[in-house]
């Protein structure tokens, strides 16, 4: 037992020795562990900075030329999101100004609205929205609500002094005054909202990507080259535990840079413990590295992983709950979220990073990780022993001189 031990030991150590000089010596994989993590993150970031817009032109179509609608343009153009640029004579010079880039959105207040009011009707004004730009778009969208819901409120208040003398004494502005304050966003801005969740991705597909090239690598030499570039022991355990502890070493400072600096730098809420958040990384680390190794069986070049792996990212985005919330999936796609790394990683990290939560207020997410991890790993067990070893076995009876596989 204990030579067994010490073989496995050694074993392990010998791969994780030579699976340095195999990563260093391949320019994609270091790609991969270096361009992704260190500058995926920045560029996503500076994308969606500043995450805020402010004072963008619009311009009013106004038929109804009153006090009323008047007042509606001078609020609007209070807004910080809002800069009335001008007015228009009809919609068409509205539009073309538009299509020009003059302005971004177009306010058509329509004739007689305030005699609609003061009869007790709805009287809509049209917001048209250049879509080029989402942050524009929910820009003038919230501008336009909190005009809208002002003015609605002064009005009703007028209408109850003058069903109720002296009412405005006791009711007076928004009878139901509600204040929105997004936790963990103060500035309610996009990036700080997508930002923490998109880290994690990049992260597990930076893994993925990473375990799939070197897989494909490895074969690809060897019948490019007759040279045996495979790095294997004969424990199979020992040459997964060697190469994961290997990526793990390598990935150790990019990693912590993508969970603290990044934060630091575009001022992200950076309300949680950076130890405990890298405790919750070392789960979704090592299931990624499990899914990474079942996606060998797929990869026998290369290249093959970016045909089969990277258009997942898109996928992967939605799966994580970002931008479709999981309780509004169908039940399959629930299914296939919860054995994405990401899943978990995503909604634990940013509860941790953005509300301050601990590990223990996790701890859901946290043993989710886990058991992907010994799922993960017995699928990637299975597929190295049934599928990637039997593949190599055929290619040294072909002709290419390898180690003894076990």
Known sequence: MIKRLKNFILGLFDVYCREFRLVISDAGIILFFSFLPLVYPIIYSLIYNPELVKEVAVVVVDNDRTPLSRELVRNFNACDQAWVKGYAANLDEARRAMAGKDCFAILEIPEGMEKKVGRGETAPAVLYCDMTLLLRYRGFLVAATNVMTSMGSELLTQKIDEVAPLAET??????????????????????TFIMPGVIILILQ???????????????ERRRLTGYNSDNMARSILATMLGQALCYLTILALPIFFMIHYVPLIFSFPMAGNTLEEV???????????????????????????????????????????????IYAMPQPWKTLSALCPATWGVEGFVKMNANGSSLAQVSNDYINLWILTIFWWIVAYCVQRWVVRPALRREVKAGFQGPDLG
């Open 205 to 219: 597909q930076c893994i993925i990507l990473a375990c799939g090239m070197a897989g494909g690598a490895k074969r």
């Open 279 to 325: 405790a919750l990384i070392l789960p979704l680390f090592l299931a990624s590295v499990g899914l990474g190794f079942s996606f060998q069986a797929f990869v026998t070049e290369r290249e093959a992983v970016f045909v089969n792996w990277v258009v997942t990212s898109l996928i992967f985005l939605f799966l994580s709950g970002l931008i479709w919330p």
């Open 170 to 191: 006791v009711v007076s502005g928004d009878l139901l005054d509600i204040e929105n304050i997004n936790m963990g966003n103060i500035r309610g801005g996009f990036d």
